[in-house]
């Protein structure tokens, strides 16, 4: 399997009246064709800033250093008609790489070149499609200039074929009539369905998708679920999805990174991860979540600390029932829970070494 994209090192760091605080702190995963890799957890983790470094669309003021290594466009299986196999899935930790993705990075890439990147290689789906949706455009539209964006000689009809075309992909039911409606004409489902056509109108490989059914019900969810499924098998799309939901990211991913406090805290197969967490923080997401089969759901005490007041060592610390005076010393290490499974959690009791 290639590698999709490669982070090494990620960091963001954004201006504060008090200096600069890192939403995202040395994040480093590879994700290969085909993949799908959940980054989960609270808000204020800074999954978001994460996916927006990638996107090239990070706030005003904000800096970002590290690698992250789109594959080169002439590896890349997908296409605007892409057809493809299954892939599995590498049993491989978060940041082993199954084969080195040399292309671009993202995070030096000029404004022009990631508006060429955006779309034809990497595209984002939001939690509330009525943000990247134009309220006074016909979705059909919208989807067309998805299009022209990146092909700009395409003739009418061929656009429009391929509007219609990018619609029964994102099982849009009467595509001919929908492409005619507006976004507020629409359904929640339906409208998150246009945005993932036109997200996938220009045959990107890569697919971020950012808490995609927080706002749907839950039959919607579950069709926008299997929807991303069947995509990301068709086309061999990689899927990084973003979510608080660790019911929503078991039903979705292979491989899990948990994120706390701008640092992967836990990570390895979702398998691993969800039937033997090995960090706290991971224990009380998981005691949390509805539908994974609890009769009774448990809270974390506290909340994320803020990024310009971070503890010493780990910053799960306050919050965790089993803080002890070493773990206040440094940030632990991402440590092997067990030999060579790719399951690492940053936490001083993980694989029993404390
Ligand atoms: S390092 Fe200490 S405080 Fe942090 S999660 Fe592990 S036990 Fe808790």
Redesign the pocket.
């Known amino acids: 399997m290639g590698t999709r994209l490669e982070l090494r090192d990620l960091t963001v760091e954004l201006p504060t009246p008090t200096g600069w605080v890192r939403p995202v702190d040395s994040v480093s995963f590879a994700l290969g064709e085909g993949e799908a890799l959940a980054v989960v957890g609270e808000s204020g983790s800074g999954k978001t800033m994460l996916a927006l470094a990638l996107m090239g669309l990070l706030p005003p003021g904000a800096r970002a250093a590290g690698d992250a290594r789109l594959q080169d466009a002439s590896a890349n299986g997908n296409g605007p008609a892409g057809h493809a196999h299954i892939t599995p899935a590498p049993s491989a930790s978060l940041s082993d790489s199954p084969r080195h993705a040399s292309g671009k990075n993202l995070l030096t890439a000029s404004p022009a070149e990631m508006r060429a990147l955006r779309g034809r290689r990497i595209a984002m789906i939001f939690q509330e499609p009525m943000t990247a949706l134009n309220p006074m455009m016909r979705a059909g539209a919208q989807i067309a200039e998805a299009i022209r964006a990146h092909e700009r000689g395409l003739a009418a009809e061929e656009v429009r074929r391929r509007v219609l075309r990018a619609l029964e992909r994102a099982a849009v039911p009467e595509p001919e009539r929908r492409a005619r409606q507006y976004p507020h004409e629409l359904s929640g489902g339906l409208r998150q369905r246009v945005m993932i056509a036109m997200a996938l109108a220009a045959g990107p490989g890569l697919l971020i998708a950012d808490e995609p059914t927080t706002a749907l019900d839950v039959t919607a969810q579950k069709q926008i679920l299997d929807l991303l499924e069947t995509l990301r098998r068709e086309l061999r799309l990689s899927l990084l999805f973003i979510t608080h939901d660790l019911g929503v990211a078991a039903r979705v991913a292979e491989r899990v990174g948990v994120m706390y406090a701008g640092r992967i805290?836990e990570e390895g197969a979702a398998t691993d991860v969800f039937r033997r967490p090995a960090?706290?923080?991971t224990t009380g997401l998981l005691r949390a979540a509805p539908g994974l089969g609890r009769n009774k759901l448990e809270s974390i005490p506290g909340t994320v600390p803020p990024l310009n007041a971070l503890p010493p060592?780990?910053?799960?610390?306050?919050?965790?029932?089993?803080?002890?005076a070493?773990?206040?010393t440094a940030v632990?290490e991402l440590i092997s829970v067990r030999e060579d499974d790719g399951h690492r959690?940053?936490?001083?009791?993980?694989g029993g070494k404390?």
């Open positions: 805290v960090h706290p923080y060592g780990c910053a799960f610390a306050p919050r965790c029932a089993l803080h002890a070493a773990c206040d632990p959690a940053r936490c001083i009791l993980a404390a």
